[in-house]
């Protein structure tokens, strides 16, 4: 039988618990995004849901990806935020 632990709400308020989340590091990039954006002229991320959107490079200087989510940057703002799990596909091109 697969029991989880329950996490009392003032624990959640205290951090307790989040902890052990907060110390792991997120994985590396992957080879499949490549590391250098100013070859790169568009980034186009597709949802699960059909709506797309579209950057052009005028409207983007970087890009990064946490492990779950991927970022599109400008000026060093994050202005593009997206969770891989409603993500079907990422292309920079």
């Known amino acids: 039988m697969n ?3 329950l996490i009392k709400y003032d ?3 205290s951090g307790k618990g989040l902890k052990k989340l907060i110390s ?3 994985p590396p990039m992957p080879n499949c995004i490549p590391p250098c954006p ?4 568009t980034i186009t991320v597709t949802m699960k849901d059909g709506k797309f959107a579209e950057w052009k490079k005028s409207e983007w200087d970087d890009y ?3 492990g779950k989510f991927f970022i599109v940057i400008k000026n ?3 202005i593009g935020f ?3 799990d409603e993500i079907r ?3 920079v091109e």
Do not use: F, G
Request: aromatic fraction near 16%; charged fraction near 40%.
């Open 89 to 91: 596909t990422i292309v």
């Open 11 to 13: 624990d959640i308020l």
């Open 3 to 5: 029991r989880r632990k």
């Open 38 to 41: 100013d070859k790169y002229e």
């Open 76 to 78: 060093e703002a994050w």
């Open 82 to 84: 997206y969770n891989l």
């Open 64 to 66: 990064t990806y946490d």
């Open 24 to 26: 792991e590091t997120p």
